[in-house]
């Protein structure tokens, strides 16, 4: 059935499937935003009839306004394309920003450090040995589920090279800006950071072996290869969950001392190091501390809310001090600190009614609504994105409990405890204490997305064979299938 679809000025005529308008859309390299990944929750996926529209559906009714229903908005998610329908849509667009960090190149041509994350793609240009310009976008895999497993379990008809597609136009488009942009030359040398599903999804190769035990990486150790016309060096990958993303973090550490250095991301991987062995393990998380697939939620960008305040009254404060549009990873841990500490929700995390909360502020009080609990302007945080968190923290400490047990570890010797995430840059120790994030009293070191600033000091060959030669010691341990997982899990959602 043939549709029609206006992107800005242009309008194409695109053949579409029986799936959602989400999916053909994305089969067709056009990218909306999917903060929810289809659920028909976050409202960001919006389009425009410009043809007659569709009933609207009961979800839709309570997120788009009535004047917006009436101009023919919709939520691509939530509806099928009809014969000779004409709609507008609105594609996401990449973030850039000046940059400034440690590199390590062993000459002065340009270079490209690409983080390729389940949710989100952060790449940097190098010039002249100096960290020039980053840009951050959603990846727009996105729309076809939140973590890698509901991506690899589509089985439907090309999904595989579907995927792998918008994938890569996705980082060609990308980079292809960051070079314009930062009026470079070609880049002489990507390197490329992934967990091991999105690296087989950017090689076309297929990813069916990573979903099913024994579940097999793509390859092992580092790997050289072409994309595009470029050269591409990715760092070394350990197993199916592990992957260079996580091995190109570990050049941002000091490994004099014991460690523990915990990426948290829509899966969450550990490397622990005890004496002279490295340990290694993970386990899925889910993509909320992302900004993704929580209510109002939205990725670490000018105007989303990173951190909550309270002086007198609770202060909202967000990136770029600009007007709030959406509640961010740091900004969720935060606000649920926050509401923690006034005892505004329970020991199971519901957000209690008021008048069964005691001695807080009427200020604060007000905010307690049918919604959830009012942070800004028609932005709230609700039950759902709680439960959401709760997910994360429970399989984080689940985790980290059996990864310690299984090798004989003790938390009192631990002498750091790294963290590492794009959303943990404006994150505290007192947050995550008063959001029960992580149940561990120790001193921590933000490092931020650490698998970027990795990448961007593999320019130079002393650095690859030290990393390398790390990753060679590092034994991976099975935890997420431990008899007595889920048993931690339900545990460690309680707040404490
Ligand atoms: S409402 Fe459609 S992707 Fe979230």
């Not at 569709?54 to 023919?72: M, N, Q, R, V, Y």
């Not at 002086?311 to 961010?328: F, W």
């Amino acid at each position: 059935m043939k549709v029609s679809v206006k992107n800005k000025d242009k309008i194409i005529s695109i053949e579409a499937q029986s799936s959602d308008i989400l999916t053909t859309l994305a089969q067709h390299s056009l990218f909306v935003s999917a903060y929810c990944s289809g659920r028909g929750l976050c409202g960001k996926c919006r389009i425009r009839y410009l043809s007659s529209p569709p009933t609207p559906a009961k979800k839709e009714k309570s997120i788009l306004s009535d004047s917006e229903l009436e101009k023919g908005f919709r939520l691509a998610c939530l509806h099928k394309f009809n014969e000779n329908d004409y709609v507008e849509v609105f594609e996401t667009k990449p973030v850039f920003s000046e940059d400034s960090g440690v590199v390590c190149a062993d000459d002065n041509n340009s270079y490209i450090a690409v983080d390729i994350g389940t949710t989100t793609i952060s790449a940097s240009l190098i010039k002249d040995k100096k960290q020039i310009k980053t840009t951050r976008m959603l990846n727009p895999q996105v729309s076809f589920g939140g973590d890698v497993m509901t991506r690899i379990a589509k089985r439907e008809k090309n999904s595989q090279q579907i995927l792998t597609s918008i994938l890569n136009k996705a980082i060609k488009e990308t980079t292809d800006k960051l070079i314009s942009l930062s009026n470079a030359k070609k880049a002489k040398e990507i390197v490329v950071c992934a967990n091991p599903t999105m690296l087989s999804y950017f090689l076309g190769i297929d990813t069916k072996p990573i979903g099913e035990y024994p579940y097999t990486p793509p390859f092992k150790g580092e790997k050289k290869t072409q994309w595009n016309g470029f050269d591409i060096y990715i760092p070394p990958v350990i197993s199916a969950f592990i992957g260079s993303d996580i091995t190109a973090g570990l050049i941002n550490l000091n490994i004099s001392g014991n460690f523990l250095f915990i990426d948290i991301g829509t899966n969450c991987e550990f490397i622990l190091k005890r004496n002279d062995s490295f340990y290694a393990a993970s386990i899925p998380g889910g993509p909320a501390l992302e900004g993704v697939g929580i209510d109002y939620g939205i990725t670490a960008q000018e105007g989303a809310i990173d951190k909550v305040e309270f002086d007198k009254t609770l202060k909202c404060h967000t990136i770029g001090n600009k007007k709030p549009e959406g509640i961010t990873g740091s900004g969720l841990i935060s606000a649920i600190a926050f509401l923690n500490r006034f005892g505004i929700i329970d020991r199971s995390g519901r957000i209690k009614e008021a008048w069964e909360v005691e001695d807080i502020p009427f200020n604060l009080l007000n905010r307690i609504k049918k919604e959830g609990f009012l942070l800004e302007n028609g932005i709230y945080l609700t039950q759902n994105s709680i439960r959401e968190f709760q997910l994360v923290k429970g399989a984080l400490n689940a985790g980290i409990d059996i990864l310690l047990k299984k090798t004989d570890s003790d938390i009192n010797n631990i002498e750091k405890i790294y963290i590492s995430g794009g959303f943990t840059k404006s994150l505290t120790k007192q947050d995550i204490a008063a959001s029960n994030l992580l149940n561990i009293d120790k001193e921590f070191v933000f490092l931020g997305n650490s698998a970027l600033k990795g990448a961007l000091k593999l320019f130079c060959k002393k650095n690859r064979v030290y990393l390398e030669e790390l990753s060679n010691k590092i034994e991976y341990i099975e935890i997420a299938n431990q008899s007595n997982f889920q048993e931690l899990y339900i545990k460690y959602m309680d707040f404490v």
